[in-house]
């Protein structure tokens, strides 16, 4: 009923730049925080940036300075612009939502995950 689709991950040089886009999809009431997280290759996810709907936001210290959350409520969806690439930065990204939805006759609220995209960071 509810999805969560990233975009915009690829290869690119150290350096470099990439927007991440999240879109969420469905019978959608309201979205209160979303963020995008990112899983090294052999690591535990972690918190990249946060946002909350009125558009406070933080961040992971290794990204501050290089890395700008947004969001567009009337689209639901949020941005991830990546700019000074390391090699580090390679992940997979993932988005997630914290969100109300229609279900039925009933509104539920959930955690929602997008299904991930790669961010590769290589000369």
């Known amino acids: 009923q509810v999805q969560l689709v990233e975009s915009g991950g690829g290869l690119v040089q150290p350096g470099g730049s990439l927007r991440l886009s999240c879109a969420a999809s469905?019978?959608?009431?309201?979205?209160?925080?979303m963020g995008w997280y990112r899983q090294p290759p052999g690591k535990e996810r972690e918190l990249v940036a946060h946002i909350t709907r009125a558009g406070n936001t933080n961040y992971l210290d290794s990204v501050k300075g290089r890395f700008t959350i947004s969001r567009d409520n009337s689209k639901n969806t949020i941005y991830l612009q990546m700019n000074s690439l390391k090699p580090e930065d390679t992940a997979v990204y993932y988005c997630?939502?914290?969100?109300?939805?229609?279900?039925?006759?009933?509104?539920?609220?959930?955690?929602?995950w997008g299904q991930g995209t790669q961010v590769t960071v290589s000369s």
């Open positions: 997630d939502a914290d969100l109300t939805y229609k279900s039925g006759t009933y509104f539920k609220s959930e955690k929602y």
């Open positions: 469905g019978r959608i009431l309201i979205i209160n925080d």
